[in-house]
């Protein structure tokens, strides 16, 4: 199973401040990554695939990078409504695995 | 807007059999070029991937659930189903349907149901 590491597990920002979300792979998984917004009693939102990819209607100041084992996502300003929990996914090939998730929390 | 809403028993006996379906509003189950999922996660825990299947029925599944879980596409009441048999509790978690494209552009979640293992 190809373990998905995510760090740090709470980040602890201002509204306005850059965000840099970490994710780790165990094994390669070229750009098979997407990263997801989760909001409790909201659905998740994707926001990012192939892992720089933004999914429509996702703001530019969420941008995702990275290839091989390490990925980043970036919010560039943080805005209120962007205080949530975020996970990494990969999918390669059939089988997926996801972060356990970074909580993006307000100072 | 494609709305998908979980449904089924919030308790389920160990041993016994979970029964979950996932209603689709505003879209059709039948689209061919759609993939159809569910993750569950457990408390404290990320997500797990449990199954996903195809429209034309193929399935795809978690190595370490595959051989307690099937799936099952119902076009005639644009419903998707899971079924995971045997439980214990370490398969109390929520439970979410998915609706996703290859490679997933777009990925719909529905809101979750939580569904608890205990006598």
């Known amino acids: 199973e190809n373990v998905l590491t995510q760090s740090p597990g709470t980040l602890s920002l201002s509204p306005g401040e850059r965000a840099t979300l970490s994710c780790r792979a165990s094994?390669?998984?070229?750009?098979?990554v997407a990263w997801y917004q989760h909001k409790p009693g909201q659905a998740h939102r994707l926001l990012i695939y192939?892992?720089?990819s933004r999914a429509t209607g996702i703001p530019d100041r969420f941008s995702g990078s990275g290839s091989g084992t390490d990925f980043t996502l970036t919010i560039s300003r943080l805005e209120p409504e962007d205080f949530a929990v975020y996970y990494c996914h990969q999918y390669v090939g059939s089988s997926w695995t996801f972060g356990q998730g970074t909580k993006v929390e307000i100072k | 807007q494609l709305q998908l809403q979980e449904s089924g028993p919030g308790l389920v006996k160990p041993s016994e059999t979970l029964s979950l379906t996932c209603t689709v509003a505003?879209?059709?189950?039948?689209?061919?070029?759609?993939?159809w999922g569910w993750i569950r996660q457990p408390p404290g825990k990320g997500p797990e991937w449990v199954g996903s299947m195809s429209n034309s029925g193929t399935t795809y599944y978690n190595p370490s659930l595959k051989n307690r879980v099937t799936l099952f596409l119902d076009t005639s009441k644009n419903q998707f189903s899971l079924k995971v048999n045997s439980v214990t509790a370490a398969d109390t978690a929520v439970y979410y349907c998915?609706?996703?494209?290859?490679?997933?552009?777009?990925?719909?979640w529905g809101l979750g149901t939580l569904v608890t293992v205990s006598s």
């Open positions: 192939g892992a720089s």
């Open positions: 094994q390669s998984v070229n750009t098979y």
């Open positions: 505003g879209g059709s189950i039948g689209v061919p070029k759609f993939f």
């Open positions: 998915i609706q996703y494209l290859i490679p997933p552009s777009s990925v719909s």
